[in-house]
């Protein structure tokens, strides 16, 4: 009699731990597969060097959604092998995201990537100034020269303008200013070898730098893409005659903080070593940051006869064959009504 009431304790005993058991294993796949309760506009998450996944259990505690026992997240993270592979960094909590996606995210290390973009026709000076404002980029050049950046960046002695190319780059948190200018520097280095390997016979250029300076110059002397080819035409023809380019924004660049926005003769004629008007041949250096568009033209520039050209007001530029129709446009587009 006594042996058959232990029996069915011990049979009720195990029916109620199996029971259990199933509950709880339940729960735990629910708990794994269940998105989290994020808002709309989707929260953050930092974890952060050397974060374990008890502290990173605890850490989604306090996060709005995640009020389930986190321990579940723990025994899945370490029964999976995943619990010594989480990666530090900023991730993103978004609706419908459940804590398995979520710790699968951390293990691949799909971190928040932020933006910045280069934008063509920037000087480096401009660059700078757009870096050190950035939220998410470690500032580690702040107070230093630009020769003391560019020898930080393993160029000493090279002069900066021109050598960062024009793109938008993403990067995560934590991401230093350094770093960001070397990887626009080494896609300026590639873009340009490529790029000078498809000049054309003829070009007016000797070497990968000199495409950069004259691209430069076609950068800031207009934004309409189809021009670039035209005025880089223009310009190749004035340097295979010996003429001096006679072009503004190389002026502007050589005066630097002095140009007050009104470019006036006496500007044109004050000697720098960035006037075009008096000296012959390119400046020393790019005059500002050129994309791939003007790089292209640079190398290949338009076929053609015309020597001048004259902004026509609307964004765009006529070009001329000779002085006197030059003139003629100078006299119709920028002397009109003065």
């Given amino acids: 009699m006594i042996f058959k009431r232990l029996w069915r304790w011990g049979l009720a005993l195990a029916f109620g731990l199996a029971l259990s058991l199933s509950l709880i294993y339940i ?175 003829g070009a007016p250029v000797n070497d990968p730098y000199q495409a950069l300076i004259l691209a430069s110059i076609i950068e800031k002397e207009t934004g309409v893409a189809a021009e670039r080819v035209e005025i880089a035409g223009v310009f190749a023809r004035r340097l295979r005659q010996g003429m001096r380019l006679q072009t503004d924004p190389a002026v502007i660049y050589g005066l630097g903080e002095v140009f007050d926005g009104n470019l006036r003769r006496r500007d044109l004629e004050t000697d720098t070593p960035y006037n075009t008007y008096t000296r012959p041949g390119l400046p020393p250096t790019p005059i500002a940051l050129p994309g791939i568009a003007a790089l292209e033209a640079a190398v290949n520039p338009a076929s053609g006869d015309t020597l001048y050209f004259v902004a026509d007001g609307e964004g765009g530029h006529v070009f001329s064959r000779t002085l006197e129709e030059h003139n003629r446009a100078v006299r119709r587009y920028q002397l009109q009504g003065r």
């Fill in 27 to 201: 729960d735990y796949r629910q708990f794994l597969e269940t998105p989290l309760s994020v808002p709309a506009q989707g929260l953050t998450l930092e974890i952060k060097p050397g974060t374990g996944i008890g502290q990173l259990a605890r850490q989604l505690q306090q996060q709005p959604g995640l009020s389930r026992p986190t321990f579940y997240l723990e025994a899945y993270a370490r029964s999976t092998g995943l619990a010594s592979r989480l990666k530090a960094g900023e991730y993103a909590l978004t609706p419908g995201l459940t804590p398995r996606l979520l710790l699968d995210r951390i293990v691949a290390g799909r971190v928040i990537q932020y933006s910045l973009t280069i934008v063509e026709g920037w000087t480096f000076r401009q660059l700078r100034q757009t870096l050190a404002s950035h939220p998410k980029l470690v500032q580690t050049l702040s107070g230093l020269s630009d020769a003391e950046v560019m020898a930080r960046l393993g160029h000493p002695g090279e002069h900066p303008e021109g050598w960062f190319l024009p793109d938008t780059y993403h990067f995560p948190a934590g991401f230093t200013d350094e770093a960001f200018l070397r990887r626009a520097r080494a896609a300026m280095d590639q873009r340009l070898r490529e790029i000078w390997d498809r000049r054309a016979p």
